[in-house]
């Protein structure tokens, strides 16, 4: 059974930094390529980052690029999100996602739009809160 569980949530202030883990069991991450989403009270789901972790690849939206790192450790199957300079705008529920992909270079190199396409991952965790306020 596959099971994505986010943790590290919580509330910060702006300018700070938060941690968010993925505890990935069930799959194998190199097999897979792992993203981070969140969704916003009333708005749409939106891609944040991914990353390949066969490849050493990431990717991230343009809202947050410059200020969240997204890495992967294999021994403990978990991908981290670190979000720096937050903003008041990052806050959201966030969740990570994993997409079996065998080309990890053809999602890559390919159409950027996939990376972060919500359709394209068939694992969810449930989902964390992260709310940035003063």
């Known amino acids: 059974q596959v099971q994505l569980v986010e943790s590290g949530g919580g509330w910060e202030q702006p300018g700070s930094s938060l941690k968010l883990s993925c505890a990935v069991s069930?799959?194998?991450?190199?097999?897979?390529?792992i993203a981070w989403f969140r969704q916003a009270p009333g708005k749409e789901r939106e891609g944040v980052s991914c990353?390949?972790?066969?490849?050493?690849?990431?990717y991230y939206s343009d809202s947050v690029k410059g200020r969240f790192v997204v890495s992967a450790d294999d021994a403990s199957n978990t991908v981290y999100l670190e979000m720096g300079s937050l903003k008041p705008e990052d806050t959201a529920v966030y969740y990570c996602?994993?997409?079996?992909?065998?080309?990890?270079?053809?999602?890559?190199?390919?159409?950027?739009?996939?990376?972060?396409?919500?359709?394209?991952?068939?694992?969810w965790g449930q989902g964390i809160q992260v709310t940035v306020s003063s």
């Open positions: 990353i390949s972790a066969i490849l050493g690849r990431t």
């Open positions: 996602a994993a997409a079996q992909v065998h080309y990890h270079a053809g999602w890559f190199d390919g159409p950027k739009g996939r990376l972060l396409d919500e359709f394209e991952y068939e694992y």
């Open positions: 069930g799959i194998v991450l190199d097999g897979y390529v």
